[in-house]
Each structure stands twice: as structure tokens, then as C-alpha cells.
């Protein structure tokens, strides 16, 4: 498929080294590939070339009225940490760090982030970017991953046991809240290994939906092992890693083992910036300003209590 | 593909086998002919015959007398009657005349998702509820071109369309005591002043922010006014609720799932196999609390028979956990009841499909019809389910009489008679992880929502719906409110015969297939029988039909401007003439491509339809257009 091998060409570690893209352009200008691709190619050139240089203006040239810069980002409004309407999350930070280094102004287009989102912003082209989204996930053309998290356990500090693994036998006398989503008979990854164990009785669902009148629908799970509701939630990172620092209780956050499950049950996700699959220009723009404000991104993602597996398996485009 | 002879000829009833037979093997003429053949002559139908129907029938089955009105040339409920007949006795329009049908006039409703409701005809004014927004028109069929009356705008809220699941479609008004009342997507219902459009009572019974979503008719019995909600992929708890009819005052509301208190289950309670019957079952066939968000929502089609003075209703798929993550049948989903409508309590239940696995919501409607057997009559509903079998069921008791698959089905080996359960085939279900194929039918079930009609001259029910199979397989990715995951991906492809869609005439007494015309799309427009024998329907890529009702032969079609998803009516107008009324504008979960402008790239795309609609963006476009037809 097209789409796919747009894809194949603009991630992966090989990409890093400057003769790809140079073959790239040269490859391209052969070819009489489409401008979009040339520039493309072209931008990550002059990245590596010259990595403090402005590349939003290449981007603009393409994406956007003459003379306007603007970062228009699709979020959603009710959704710490990851983003609200008072830009308060970690997802906010990071789109106020891209727009300051496109010296471009922000816009939001809110959308809750639910079935369709992508389809009515992204595609809809009222915005160009979302700040968080898998690697993998194939509605988007995704940057290198800028960071990657892991499902945790979630339980109160004060609890007399420990958690670190689903074949830990405690689980199996506790009461365990999972996120549930209802796509098509899957659901978030805890559920799953939950039920790959038998434990079916003592799981209780939350749906990831919650009630959007709500502040942050999703946190739901959170308060409920506040509250004692629950004796352990298993939740991905960011959302257990922020609300932890903002219970009234304390709470203890532990990644979950093991990382992937086989056949295929991952726990562990790689998390990029997306664009539309053929705005490929402004995702290599999006790439090379990860690359050079790496520090500032973990920062951000620090300042959250973003839980970490390890760095991306990326070099620094520097 | 399907490739196995097996697999395509194993468990498909005799009568329909054939046709099948012949029409695969000339599309794929590897397949070992022998094998087919040889398995037509010594399988045995899956289900046991009742009784002894067909020989010993005296007559045609008749639509339950007390649930039919006499016609007075009006459309006052989207099922034309409460026994779901959709069928009118106006016979002007014949096969012979048909093919002088000419359009009278046009309505453009300026929206543009999918148009699922039917046109309402109450004396000299029509009624039509759009999509979201939910405008509610009136049109005086006295003046020439049907000029709008009014319009009514209930403001639903705009938030209603990003939460609601596959499209914002609205499936129906109904006209009561001088209102029109229906639901509009944000999960109110209202009624509305049939003269001059305004607002009588506007009650909310939904709430949005929980992802609840109201699409589906109301049906309007012994002063109350019957609604359930839609939402079941966001853990909604389904529900039907009775409003008074003259205040939208909130009588009583019984949920799907739950303790015997919230399910309306008590003395009355008389489930006719033992799958059904026990305490609790709405908590106790699920694991902890799942049934707190257990979906069993409330989307279909109701049914009511005055002389037993019960209610009939289908409840929706379970959900939203995984199937491992709910151990049990997980009642009250995928189901029928039978309730009483003064006070809401439960007198029967059956589940269709038990534990499923597939997304065969049990919505469907039900025909209520008296027929013979056995040399008695028996008071029946007739059911073409999700799960491909036509139920013929004694509505009073709720036991299953026969269950005959209509199309080929290799998701179960049947229904049994004994117990009522349908049989499984366990390697069809859905596993995480793993990739299953050929799964038949797919999540839309052999037959949606889209409703049937019965004629009592033909003894003919004429079944709109696909023919549609799926694989499943796990994504890479997916990504809900900030949350990754392994979406589960189904892919729908067209079943056996290569044809998306079939228009079927079915044999009530004798169980089989009389005769069907295949479509390209999957045919998700309702239909109506007449008196005339002149049966209509519409396509996905534009066309209606009309159709003899006994023999298949089609007399007449008209290009509308976009997809039919919509029901078909007729009425007689002021002057005297049989008009038929359709909506065009093509949307819902099968042309959610088209409405959604969703790339046809995305194969997984509304669930895994878009995969089996790839070309529908070719045939038609958007646009929500009444269309009225006369001689």
C-alpha cells in the first residue's frame, strides 16, 4: 500500500544518516516524484545540515497561506495530563515548544479523543498535528517515537503488597480496575492478560469514556484506588504517573511485567507526534525539532511524572 | 476466500443449498463440484422441523389481527402496524402498471447523513425526522410540490455526534394524539404539536455524556410512549423506558442487564427454556459487576399485540469487555422480551445469542403473526436474526418453533429445539491474538436493523439484508483518550456468491427461500409490501424498486440522487391516488464511508465495513432527499 510505504520511507533509524535522505532527493528528482516529496526529502537535509536553522519556513511553504504561521494542533479538551482546554497538559507544553520553535502561532481544534477523532480533525483538516499517538498506529504518518511508556500498576502507597507483575498470586485476592474500551471485542492490554490468567471475577471495568461532563473522564480509575474502591488499577503510564502526584492520597506507581505477552500483547508503547500520512514534510519538520529539543521534551515529560521504559531506540539527529 | 466446499455447502439449509451451490461454483470452478453435490443429498437440516407445517397449512399465516388497523391510507408508525407487517392494502400500483410510476414530488431535508427513518402520512400532512440535527418537517401534500408547513429544531446538543457510534442516524417518528414524537440523538425524546410544530413535552431520557445515544423509533401503546438508547460499544447499560404519552413524564424503565429489581423480573416471569429462568440472572451470568456496563441496549424495533397486551422488544449486543472477560451468558443481552406495558414487567425471555462473541445485537424486528400448525393456529413472531436463522417463536411462551438459517452461516451448526441454545462453533469466535477468517456473518449479522415486510396475499416475508463474512485479526495500534492498545480489527468481505447484498423473499410456512434478487452493496434500505403485490426497496447506490411480490420479476427503478438507506412507505393523498415515499441519502454503519468521509484506505475503518465498501464512494454521494412516486 501506498500509505505504507510512505511510512517505511520516513521512519526507522536508517533514515537518521544523511545519505538516505540525500539519495532520497536525488532519487526523487529523477523520478519526478510530487514537490511535497521533494521538499521532503529536502528538509531533512538542511536539518542535518544545519539543525538550528528556521525549518518552519520550508514547512509553510507547503502546508499553510503565504506569510501565516501557524501550528494548528488537534487535541483533546478534557483529557489530563495529556491535554485540556486551559493547556494545561504535558501534550500543551509540547505543542507550545514545536510553535515556539516554528515561530509560529498555536491553534487548537478540540475534539474528544474517542472513535472518529482523527477523522474529524486530522482529516478533516482543521488542524495538522496530534502530540501523542503509537508509533504504530496506522491512521497517522508518525514521527520517531519521543518517548515511550509502559501500562503500571497503580495501587496506594500504603498498601501492604507490591506489585510488579500480572503472575504476581496477590492479584488474584485483590480487586483490580482496568480501563475498558469496547472496540470490536478488544480492550486495553490488563484486560486481557487479566483474563489470559482467569481473573475475570475480581476485575472491574472502567470505561475509558467515562462521563465526558467530568473533568478528565478517563482519571476515574485513579480516584477509585484513592477512594479504596479498588485495591490496584492497571493503567498506561502517563495517566497512573500524573494522577499519582495529584490524589490526596499517595500512591505508588510500578511498570507491569512482563513487557509483551506473547502471541502479541504489548504493554509497552512507543509514543510519537502524527500527521496526515502525506504531510510528510512537516513530520521531518516535527522530527528534527524532537531531535534538538530533546532535553526540553523530557523535561516536560519529567515535570509530569511521565513513567519511562528507556530512551527511544533513536539517535539524536545531532 | 472461502474455498473449502465444506465449508460453503456444511451447514446451509437444503432448499436455499442449490442456488447457492450453483451460483459459487460459477464464480470459482475449482472447487471440487462432487463435494457439494454429494453433501447436498445426506445432510440433514441443521434444525428439526415443527410440527408439520407445511403440509398440513390451511392458509397463509395473517398478520395478528389485533395488531393490525384497518388501512386507511395513512402511515402513522414506521412499522405501519403494531405486528410490524409493514405492509398496506392499497393496491392501485400492480405489476402491471408499476412501470408508469412517475415522481410526484421532492423534499430535500439539507442534511446529509444517513437518512434511515421512513416519511409518517397523518390525514393531508407528512412527516420527516432527519439525521442529527434531528429536524422534524411537515410538508402539505394539499398544494402542488407538498410545500413545508414548519420546521421544528429540538437544538440537540452538538457534542451528541462525536460520541454517538457509526452514524447520527435517526430511525423514525411516530404519530400519536395529535403528536409527533421521536428521539433525537443526545438522548431526549420529544413530542411535537402535529399541527403547528411546536414543542409539547421534551423529556431527557439519555445521557450523552456517558456515550448514550438515542437513534431508534418509539412506539407509542396504551397511552405510553416506549424508548431504549443506543451506545453499547461505550459500556452503556441498555434500558427501555415507558413515557406518558401526554406529559413525557418517566413511568418506568427496565434495564437490560442487572438485579431482578432493575430488569422489571418478578412473579410473571416465565421463560420458556431453562437458559432463561433463575434469580438474578442479569447479575449472576456475568463476572463481578460487569453487567454495571454490560450494554443490552434498546436500538430495534418494538412490537405490541393488544389481545395478549405484551410488548416485544430486542436487546443489543453485551458489551464492551472482550468475550474471555465475561465469562457467562451475560444477560440480558442479545435477546427478546416480552413485557407488560402498563407496568413494564418482563413475562418472557429468549436469548438469541448467548455469550456473543460476534456482535450480533439482537435488535431486529419481530412480525407478529397467527398461523397454522399442527392443524392449530398458533400465535407466532417471526424474527430474521443477526445470527442468520429466522425464528418462528410462539409469542406467548417465547419457545423457539423452528430456527432456519436464511443465508450461509458457519459462526453456529444451528439452534436446539430442546434448549433453545444456539450451537456454536467455537472456531470461529474471536481470540486476541489470533487471526480467524471466513467468520459468516460478520458483526452486522445476515440481517441489520433494516426491517422486513410481510405480505398475508403471498404468505412472503421480504428480507433486506447482506451477505457479508469477516476476518478478524489484531492491529498493530489503536488509540482511545490517551490510551494505546491491540484493536481487535474485523474486515468485512462479501460471502458466498461474490453479492453484498440480497432482497429475499421468504417462505414463512415452508421455511426457505422462494426467490431473492442479489445486490452489489449490502441492501440496508427497509421495504413495504402491498396489496397490489408490488413490493419496494432500495439500493446503496441509489436505486428503488419495485418488485412483484411473487415472483421477484423487478417492474420498476428510479435513480435517486444518493445511496437508499431509508424506509419505504405508501399512502393514499388527497386526491385519491397511491403515492410510495422514500428517503435517500446514504450513511449508517454500512455507508459510513460515504457519510464519514472516511479514506477507503483505512480497511477497518466503522468497525471493518468500510473493507466491504471500498466502492460505494464511486456509486453515490451524500444528500438527504424525500422522493415521492405515484401513477
Known amino acids: 500500500m501506498s500509505s505504507r510505504s510512505d511510512h517505511a520511507l520516513g521512519s526507522g533509524a536508517e533514515r537518521m544518516l544523511l545519505a538516505i535522505p540525500l539519495v532520497a532527493l536525488a532519487a526523487a528528482a529523477a523520478w519526478g516524484r510530487p514537490a511535497t516529496r521533494e521538499l521532503h526529502a529536502a528538509t531533512v537535509a538542511t536539518a542535518a545540515d544545519t539543525a538550528a536553522s528556521d525549518l518552519g519556513v520550508l514547512q509553510w511553504a507547503i502546508s499553510a497561506r503565504p506569510g501565516e504561521r501557524l501550528l494548528r494542533v488537534c487535541a483533546d479538551p478534557n483529557n489530563m495530563p495529556f491535554s485540556n482546554r486551559a493547556g494545561e497538559g504535558f501534550e500543551n507544553k509540547l505543542a507550545e515548544l514545536v510553535a515556539g520553535e516554528m515561530h509560529a502561532d498555536l491553534q487548537y481544534t478540540w475534539w474528544a479523543q474517542r472513535r472518529g477523532f482523527i477523522r474529524n480533525t486530522l482529516k478533516a483538516e482543521s488542524c495538522d498535528v496530534v502530540m501523542g499517538a503509537p508509533t504504530s498506529f496506522e491512521l497517522v504518518a508518525a514521527t520517531r517515537p519521543y518517548y515511550r511508556s509502559t501500562y503500571v500498576f497503580v495501587t496506594r502507597a500504603d498498601a501492604p503488597f507490591r506489585i510488579g507483575s500480572f503472575d504476581d498470586p496477590v492479584l488474584k485476592r485483590l480487586r483490580i480496575g482496568v480501563q475498558i474500551i469496547g472496540d470490536d471485542y478488544a480492550n486495553t492490554p490488563p484486560a486481557h492478560a487479566l483474563s489470559n490468567r482467569g481473573m475475570t471475577g475480581n476485575v472491574r471495568g472502567y470505561t475509558v469514556y467515562g462521563d465526558y461532563s467530568e473533568p478528565n473522564p478517563p482519571a476515574r480509575i485513579i480516584d477509585a484506588v484513592a477512594k479504596g474502591d479498588i485495591d490496584v488499577a492497571v493503567v498506561w503510564g502517563p495517566l497512573g504517573g500524573w494522577f499519582a502526584q495529584h490524589e490526596p492520597v499517595k500512591l505508588r506507581v510500578v511498570p507491569v511485567s512482563p513487557q509483551i505477552e506473547l502471541p502479541y500483547l504489548p504493554f509497552v508503547f512507543d509514543i510519537s507526534m502524527g500527521v496526515r500520512r502525506q504531510d510528510l514534510a512537516l513530520r521531518d519538520t516535527l522530527d528534527a525539532i524532537l531531535a534538538r529539543r530533546r532535553a526540553g521534551v523530557d523535561s516536560i515529560l519529567k515535570e509530569y511524572g511521565v513513567p519511562r521504559v528507556e530512551r527511544p531506540a533513536v539517535p539524536n539527529v545531532r | ?631
Not at chain 2, 407496568?343 to 425471555?349: I, R
Request: with cysteine; glycine share 12%; charged share 20%.
Open chain 2, 1 to 631: 476466500m472461502l474455498a473449502s466446499p465444506k465449508l460453503l455447502c456444511g451447514t446451509f439449509s437444503a432448499p436455499a443449498r442449490t442456488s447457492r451451490c450453483a451460483r459459487l461454483l460459477a464464480l470459482a470452478a475449482v472447487i471440487a463440484t462432487a463435494g457439494c453435490l454429494k453433501e447436498k443429498s445426506d445432510d440433514k437440516p441443521v434444525t428439526a422441523a415443527v410440527s408439520s407445517a407445511a403440509s398440513s397449512a390451511t392458509g397463509l399465516p395473517t398478520i395478528a389481527a389485533a395488531a393490525t388497523t384497518a388501512d386507511d391510507g395513512q402511515w402513522l408508525m414506521p412499522q405501519k402496524d403494531y405486528a410490524n407487517s409493514r405492509y398496506s392494502s392499497l393496491a392501485q400500483i400492480t405489476p402491471d402498471n408499476a412501470k408508469n410510476l412517475k415522481l410526484a414530488f421532492t423534499f430535500s431535508t439539507g442534511v446529509l447523513r444517513g437518512h434511515e427513518a421512513p416519511p409518517l402520512v397523518v390525514g393531508s400532512t407528512m412527516y420527516i425526522v432527519t439525521p442529527f440535527p434531528n429536524y422534524l418537517y411537515a410538508l402539505d401534500l394539499t398544494k402542488p410540490g407538498a410545500p413545508m408547513k414548519w420546521r421544528y429544531d429540538p437544538r440537540a446538543d452538538m457534542s451528541s455526534q462525536g460520541v454517538a457510534c457509526c452514524d447520527v442516524v435517526n430511525r423514525g417518528a411516530v404519530y400519536f394524539d395529535n403528536k409527533i414524537i421521536y428521539n433525537t440523538l443526545d438522548g431526549h425524546t420529544v413530542a411535537v404539536d402535529a399541527n403547528d410544530g411546536h414543542e409539547v413535552w421534551n423529556t431527557k431520557v439519555g445521557n450523552i455524556n456517558l456515550g448514550e445515544s438515542m437513534t431508534m423509533a418509539p412506539l407509542v401503546a396504551k397511552g405510553k410512549v416506549f424508548v431504549g438508547n443506543s451506545g453499547g460499544e461505550f459500556g452503556v447499560r441498555g434500558w427501555l423506558t415507558a413515557l406518558d404519552a401526554g406529559s413525557g413524564k418517566i413511568a418506568w424503565r427496565a434495564y437490560s442487564t442487572g438485579p431482578d429489581t432493575d430488569v422489571l423480573i418478578g412473579s410473571r416471569f416465565k421463560p420458556f427454556y431453562a437458559q432463561d429462568q433463575g434469580k438474578d440472572l442479569g447479575v449472576k451470568s456475568w463476572p463481578g459487576d460487569a453487567w454495571r456496563t454490560g450494554g443490552g441496549t434498546v436500538w430495534g424495533w418494538l412490537a405490541y399485540d393488544p389481545e395478549l397486551d405484551l410488548l416485544y422488544y430486542g436487546t443489543g449486543n453485551p458489551g464492551p469487555w472482550n468475550p474471555e472477560q465475561r465469562p457467562g451468558d451475560n444477560k440480558f443481552s442479545s435477546g427478546i422480551f416480552a413485557r407488560d406495558p402498563d407496568d413494564g414487567q418482563a413475562v418472557w425471555y429468549y436469548q438469541w445469542s448467548f455469550h456473543d462473541m460476534f456482535d450480533y445485537d439482537g435488535i431486529n424486528e419481530q412480525t407478529l403473526l397467527d398461523m397454522q400448525m399442527g392443524g392449530k393456529t398458533r400465535k407466532v413472531l417471526v424474527r430474521a436474526e443477526r445470527n442468520g436463522y429466522v425464528y418462528v417463536m410462539d409469542r406467548t411462551s417465547g419457545e423457539v418453533l423452528s430456527a432456519t438459517p436464511f443465508g450461509f452461516v458457519n459462526t453456529s451448526t444451528g439452534v436446539d429445539l430442546k434448549t433453545g441454545r444456539l450451537m456454536y462453533a467455537m472456531d470461529k469466535a474471536p481470540q486476541m491474538g489470533k487471526v480467524v477468517r471466513d467468520v459468516c456473518p460478520s458483526s452486522p449479522g445476515m440481517k441489520d436493523w433494516q426491517p422486513s415486510a410481510y405480505s398475508p396475499r403471498t404468505g412472503l416475508l421480504y428480507l433486506p439484508h447482506q451477505n457479508l463474512c469477516m476476518d478478524h485479526e489484531a492491529v498493530e495500534a489503536s488509540y482511545i483518550a490517551g490510551t494505546p492498545y491491540v484493536g481487535m480489527i474485523s474486515k468485512f468481505f462479501a460471502g458466498p456468491g461474490g453479492k453484498r447484498g440480497v432482497y429475499q423473499a421468504w417462505d414463512v410456512v415452508n421455511r426457505k427461500e422462494k426467490w431473492s434478487i442479489q445486490e452489489e452493496f449490502p441492501v440496508w434500505s427497509g421495504t413495504l409490501a402491498t396489496a397490489g403485490d408490488v413490493v419496494f426497496y432500495g439500493t446503496m447506490d441509489g436505486w428503488f424498486k419495485a418488485v412483484d411480490a411473487r415472483n421477484g420479476t423487478v417492474l420498476w427503478s428510479f435513480k435517486t440522487g444518493s445511496g437508499i438507506i431509508g424506509q419505504p412507505i405508501t399512502y393514499r393523498g388527497p386526491d385519491g391516488k397511491q403515492y410510495v415515499a422514500i428517503e435517500s441519502g446514504v450513511g449508517g454503519w454500512s455507508g459510513a464511508i460515504v457519510a464519514g468521509n472516511i479514506d477507503p484506505r483505512d480497511s477497518t475503518a466503522a468497525l471493518g465495513f468500510v473493507n466491504a465498501m471500498k466502492d460505494l464512494p464511486k456509486a453515490s454521494t451524500k444528500g438527504g432527499m424525500l422522493y415521492v412516486f405515484t401513477l
